[in-house]
């Protein structure tokens, strides 16, 4: 089983849509979680950062973590088709000195 | 102020030859990460450094692998007699703090190609 699981998709949805990804984890260890957003041939861009269980909303991107579930989710409003990438969930343990990150889902938003 | 840069962006080596991946900090970061990506997989942690340090290699395969960041200049990945299952896109994070690793900052990556 994997540390971390997140369903690849594709994932494909109209202009405007609200948009939930999501990813499991197996590692109760972990505390800190984090999405990056990935375009095609480029690096992951840090979109949300969140310590522990909770939410956390940043303009049109809201970051939820459970802990007790073992589950985190972003959701995106008002999907614009510059949203389209791959979104990658990442964690990691207090003290440690590396992400763990999820397979990433390949998000479309059609105009 | 530049971000990480990576260089070269991409690399084409021959079965049996050496790759050498090179990685600028963004400036005052002294705590480096590669990960390696295989295609439509995530990112996979190899390797930790500080200056002239290597704090935690334990993504790193045992062999044919190696990682510096020495006083001077950019940390250099190095994968010595490259064979194609290491054609992968190579990324390279630096942080400012320690520990503060969820805050490090990702280059554009080297795509290594083995033919």
């Known amino acids: 089983q994997k540390e971390v699981e997140q369903d690849p998709g594709p994932l494909s949805v109209p202009e405007g849509a609200i948009v939930s990804l999501n990813c499991t984890y197996s590692?109760?260890?972990?505390?800190?979680f984090m999405w990056y957003r990935q375009y095609s041939r480029k690096g992951p861009e840090l979109l949300m950062y969140?310590?522990?269980?909770g939410n956390k909303e940043d303009g049109r991107f809201t970051a939820q973590v459970d802990k007790s579930s073992k589950y985190i989710s972003l959701f995106i409003r008002d999907s614009q088709p510059s949203d389209s990438a791959t979104y990658l969930c990442a964690m990691s343990a207090w003290g440690a000195q590396k992400l763990v990150f999820g397979q990433g889902t390949r998000l479309t938003i059609n105009p | 102020n530049a971000g990480v840069m990576q260089n070269p962006r991409h690399l084409v080596r021959r079965r049996g030859q050496e790759a050498r991946l090179r990685c600028s900090p963004m400036?005052?970061?002294?705590?480096v990460y590669w990960y390696r990506q295989l295609p439509e997989e995530g990112l996979k942690f190899m390797v930790y450094l500080q200056k002239e340090n290597i704090i935690d290699e334990s993504g790193m395969p045992k062999e044919r692998f190696s990682a510096e960041f020495p006083k001077e200049g950019p940390s250099i990945l190095r994968i010595q007699q490259v064979v194609r299952g290491d054609s992968a896109a190579y990324f390279c994070?630096?942080?400012?703090?320690?520990?503060?690793?969820?805050?490090?900052?990702f280059g554009q990556g080297t795509r290594l190609t083995v033919v």
């Open positions: 590692n109760s260890a972990f505390q800190y």
């Open positions: 994070a630096s942080s400012l703090f320690l520990g503060r690793e969820s805050e490090a900052f």
């Open positions: 969140t310590y522990s269980s």
């Open positions: 400036k005052g970061h002294s705590h």
